[in-house]
């Protein structure tokens, strides 16, 4: 058998050319890892107009307590608190009962976390202690009661408290926060690339353009995603008209500054406890954050994905998947508007990737659009006209 030796001194150069090609893509593929791992924990300094400033330090707050009526299974809830607790690296303050902490502690796995078992049921929450008998009577006058119950209820309304004791209760233990949200514990139900979420700078810069276009101090802006805009007959609604019960909140999602949500949590209760008094329904927070969005609008900074007005929508296909483009469940559309531009190039990614299902086909797949900040004041005044003030409030809050 002959053997070519031409053949064989070609195949060595080429193989030698080829090593330095492997370790370099090695140490790319290396380095693009740890940015990426490492990148969901350290939070960089930001740099505006030339000045370093430190990365804003964000807390979520979040609660489990499993209902005897609900719309989903504890095996619903399992999954969804592991898409949430699992991947989220940002700091998270926890309320369950007792008996759900080892849950949490599992759907957590390694990454920190502050548990409070201290209430067996959010009726226990200094709020709502004493209510259940009312919380019960003012079922009746639920237009949703077959799908709610006053269990429910009282996880809601229970939701600022928990948001506002868990930052003073970390504050006392010498854990300061310049920003914390609520988040609902079960927000989290399909599979995404969110880590260090939301993004410090992403939120750093929503709050500076908030207070750029409220005039209000960033320190004083509550955030809520928004659902939908008040029907053009709330322009005459006043306080003692109670609740507004309209498709505008979404109440799965929000906070601020501790200022802020100290404000929020004063604010919300006092007209909770108002409403309550008349024997008005207040089972369904979002209605009563709908009423304080048209008393108090100046406080709030909002994204509405629907915004008809925002730069986001010029150019969009009718035929485009979802109102700005395919942006996975709309409702949850906050979560990629809060975070990081390469997380957003993700899950714009992912996102394409189910594209091809038989319900998509017909439709242009647009990639996700980021819309605008938008204030409360200036959309209600676009929605009732320029000359529109919010209505006098006189609960002391």
């Given at each position: 058998?002959?053997?070519?030796?031409?053949?064989?001194?070609?195949?060595?150069?080429?193989?030698?050319?080829?090593?330095?090609?492997?370790?370099?893509?090695?140490?790319?593929?290396?380095?693009?890892?740890?940015?990426e791992?490492?990148?969901?924990?350290?939070?960089?300094p930001?740099?505006?107009?030339?000045?370093?400033?430190?990365?804003?330090?964000?807390?979520?707050?979040?609660?489990?307590?499993?209902?005897?009526?609900s719309k989903?299974?504890?095996?619903?809830?399992?999954?969804?608190?592991?898409?949430?607790?699992?991947?989220?690296?940002?700091?998270?303050?926890?309320?369950?009962?007792?008996?759900?902490?080892?849950?949490?502690?599992?759907?957590?796995g390694?990454?920190?976390?502050?548990?409070?078992?201290?209430?067996?049921?959010p009726?226990?929450v200094?709020?709502?202690?004493?209510?259940?008998?009312?919380?019960?009577?003012?079922?009746?006058?639920?237009r949703?009661?077959?799908?709610?119950?006053?269990?429910?209820?009282?996880?809601?309304?229970?939701?600022?408290?928990?948001?506002?004791?868990?930052?003073?209760t970390?504050?006392?233990?010498?854990?300061?926060?310049?920003?914390?949200?609520?988040?609902?514990?079960?927000?989290?139900?399909?599979?995404?690339?969110?880590?260090?979420?939301?993004?410090?700078?992403?939120?750093?810069?929503?709050?500076?353009?908030?207070?750029?276009?409220?005039?209000e101090?960033?320190?004083?802006?509550?955030?809520?995603?928004?659902?939908?805009?008040?029907?053009?007959?709330f322009?005459?609604?006043?306080?003692?008209?109670?609740?507004?019960?309209?498709?505008?909140?979404?109440?799965?999602?929000?906070?601020?500054?501790?200022?802020?949500?100290?404000?929020?949590?004063?604010?919300?209760?006092?007209?909770?406890?108002?409403?309550?008094?008349?024997?008005?329904?207040?089972?369904?927070?979002?209605?009563?954050?709908?009423a304080?969005?048209?008393?108090?609008?100046?406080?709030?900074?909002?994204?509405?994905?629907?915004?008809?007005?925002?730069?986001?929508?010029t150019?969009?296909?009718?035929?485009?998947?979802?109102?700005?483009?395919?942006?996975?469940?709309?409702?949850?559309?906050?979560?990629?508007?809060?975070?990081?531009?390469?997380?957003?190039?993700?899950?714009?990614?992912?996102?394409?990737?189910?594209?091809?299902?038989?319900?998509?086909?017909?439709?242009?797949?647009?990639?996700?659009?980021?819309?605008?900040?938008?204030?409360?004041?200036?959309?209600?005044?676009?929605?009732?006209?320029?000359?529109?003030?919010?209505?006098?409030?006189?609960?002391?809050?």
């Open positions: 058998m002959s053997i070519n030796l031409a053949s064989i001194h070609w195949r060595s150069r080429f193989f030698l050319l080829l090593i330095p090609c492997v370790f370099g893509l090695l140490l790319v593929v290396n380095f693009r890892t740890h940015a791992t490492t990148g969901a924990v350290l939070t960089p930001i740099i505006v107009g030339g000045d370093v400033l430190p990365s804003p330090k964000i807390l979520l707050v979040s609660a489990f307590f499993p209902l005897a009526k989903h299974t504890l095996r619903d809830y399992e999954m969804w608190l592991s898409q949430f607790l699992k991947p989220i690296s940002t700091d998270i303050y926890f309320y369950a009962p007792p008996e759900m902490e080892a849950l949490v502690r599992k759907c957590r390694d990454l920190p976390i502050t548990i409070n078992t201290t209430f067996a049921s009726f226990d200094a709020p709502l202690n004493g209510t259940r008998e009312r919380y019960d009577a003012m079922h009746v006058h639920d949703e009661r077959g799908r709610h119950s006053p269990e429910l209820y009282a996880v809601w309304n229970a939701k600022p408290y928990f948001l506002d004791a868990a930052v003073k970390l504050t006392q233990a010498g854990k300061d926060y310049d920003f914390a949200f609520w988040n609902d514990a079960g927000s989290f139900r399909a599979a995404h690339k969110y880590a260090g979420w939301p993004d410090p700078a992403r939120v750093r810069e929503v709050w500076d353009e908030g207070s750029s276009l409220s005039g101090k960033a320190e004083d802006l509550v955030f809520f995603p928004l659902a939908g805009i008040p029907d053009t007959s322009k005459f609604w006043t306080q003692d008209f109670g609740p507004v019960d309209n498709e505008i909140s979404e109440g799965s999602f929000f906070g601020g500054a501790p200022r802020a949500i100290a404000w929020w949590r004063s604010t919300f209760y006092a007209y909770h406890d108002h409403y309550l008094a008349l024997d008005i329904f207040v089972g369904k927070d979002q209605t009563l954050i709908n304080l969005f048209l008393l108090f609008p100046s406080r709030f900074i909002n994204v509405w994905l629907d915004d008809p007005a925002a730069p986001a929508h150019g969009r296909s009718a035929q485009a998947q979802g109102g700005l483009g395919n942006c996975g469940p709309e409702w949850f559309y906050y979560q990629f508007w809060l975070s990081s531009r390469s997380v957003q190039d993700a899950m714009r990614t992912l996102w394409n990737k189910g594209a091809w299902l038989p319900w998509h086909w017909g439709r242009t797949r647009t990639p996700c659009r980021e819309t605008r900040v938008i204030t409360m004041k200036d959309l209600l005044q676009w929605r009732f006209g320029n000359a529109w003030a919010p209505p006098q409030h006189t609960i002391d809050t």
